[in-house]
């Protein structure tokens, strides 16, 4: 349920990225309200109506992608332990993945037993995108 629910909020960020100048830069958007000022965007979507693409992920996440100059930013784990953990990039129109950057993880994270590693949702500024895969 959680890789579909991520898969979707993907595909949400993919669908609504060429409708708006804005960008998602950030959780909760640019100014972190939540709030999108899109027009004209479906209001209801599933599996496979009004949605632009889609794009396995390697394990259920559930932190929230980002909409960055015609990219999409998403974190997974790799492996079930969550040992590795990666930001993947995305193009926007045609959900092609661009590029992938995993980093290992010495030390096991705690985490609930239903919630998957890499919860964490990036941040970019049109020229970077940071992420940060440890715990606080």
Not at 50 to 55: L, R
Request: proline share 8%; hydrophobic share 40%.
């Amino acid at each position: 349920m959680l890789r579909t629910l991520a898969l979707g909020c993907l595909c949400a960020a993919g669908f609504l990225a060429p409708l708006s100048a804005a960008d998602w830069p950030q959780f909760r958007g640019p100014t972190g309200d939540g709030v999108s000022t899109a027009t004209n965007v479906p209001i209801e979507w599933d599996a496979n109506s009004n949605v632009a693409w889609k794009a396995p992920l390697p394990r259920p996440a559930n932190g929230s992608p980002i909409v960055s100059g015609g990219r999409v930013f998403v974190t997974s784990a790799e492996d079930a332990d969550g040992k590795q953990r990666s930001l993947i990039c995305f193009d926007a129109a045609d959900g092609k993945q661009l590029w992938k950057q995993t980093v290992q993880i010495d030390k096991k994270m705690p985490t609930h037993q239903t919630n998957p590693y890499c919860g964490t949702t990036p941040a970019a500024d049109g020229e970077r995108v940071v992420v940060w895969h440890a715990s606080a």
